[in-house]
């Protein structure tokens, strides 16, 4: 059974930045790929950003140049470093990772960019 807990999220004015950590049991952040998604109210769940046991990386476009996905295996942690946050950035974020055929999801944190 995999667990994952996000923490991060909070209040923030536009053009503010936080980050958000995704703390998962055992060690599979080194061998498993592991992704941000984000459900704002109203909408679908969608992805924000990945990255892979390699270190590869991949981003929406509507984050790239603004969040930055990173992972410290040691911590068994994955981070979303988000910059110039915007308010159509207000959203649940949740952290996810596919392991042995199964999907696991976090609780989510909510995330509300508001001046």
């Known amino acids: 059974q995999v667990q994952l807990v996000e923490s991060g999220g909070g209040l923030v004015q536009p053009g503010g930045s936080l980050r958000l950590s995704c703390a998962a049991s055992g060690s599979i952040v080194s061998i498993t790929a592991m992704g941000w998604y984000r459900q704002a109210p109203g909408k679908q769940r969608e992805f924000v950003a990945a990255i892979t046991s390699g270190g590869s990386t991949n981003y929406a476009d509507s984050v790239k140049g603004r969040f930055t996905i990173s992972r410290d295996n040691a911590k068994s942690t994955v981070y979303l470093q988000m910059n110039t946050l915007k308010p159509e950035d207000t959203a649940v974020y949740y952290c996810?990772?596919?392991?042995?055929?199964?999907?696991?999801w976090g609780q989510g944190t909510q995330v509300t960019v508001s001046s």
């Open positions: 996810n990772t596919a392991y042995w055929g199964s999907s696991y």
